[in-house]
């Protein structure tokens, strides 16, 4: 077998690999979202656990997080809103999504609204520190 076959070979099994593990990737994020996201908070607020700790595990409590987004064709009104409402240093070309999330964790918390345009909820997520 030639040097090049040999090579060739070696980067299809590595191709091979990485999309195995890519898919093996998404089935594991999966499962976390799911417990993170469902399972854990239903089952803690089910049973009244605010935060517990587990050895070898780490110390799972919930956290509410905010997650935001706008459809495209409302940028322009949301732009707007937040012009108006002096916010407008979030304007720029484009408001990133994380800078999106963290002014509309901020309206939230502070009980402000969001723009109408903006869909965002809390989601309650099961964290895990690690000990």
């Known amino acids: 077998m030639s040097k090049m076959t040999e090579m060739g070979q070696e980067l299809r099994t590595l191709k091979d690999r990485k999309e195995a593990l890519a898919e093996e990737e998404k089935a594991v994020n999966r499962r ?5 996201e469902h399972e854990l908070p239903e089952y803690m607020e089910d049973n009244e656990i605010d935060k517990i700790t587990i050895d070898g595990v780490g110390t799972i409590y919930i956290q509410n997080n905010v997650y935001a987004s706008v459809l495209s064709e409302d940028r322009e009104a949301l732009y707007m809103y937040l012009r108006e409402t002096g916010n407008e240093s979030l304007v720029v070309d484009y408001v990133f999504p994380a ?3 963290a002014f509309c964790k901020e309206q939230l918390n502070n009980g402000q609204p969001v723009p109408a345009v903006v869909k965002a909820h809390y989601v309650p997520t099961a964290m895990l520190r690690r000990k």
Not at 32 to 36: P, Y
């Open 32 to 36: 976390i979202k799911a417990l993170t």
């Open 99 to 101: 800078t999106l999330k």
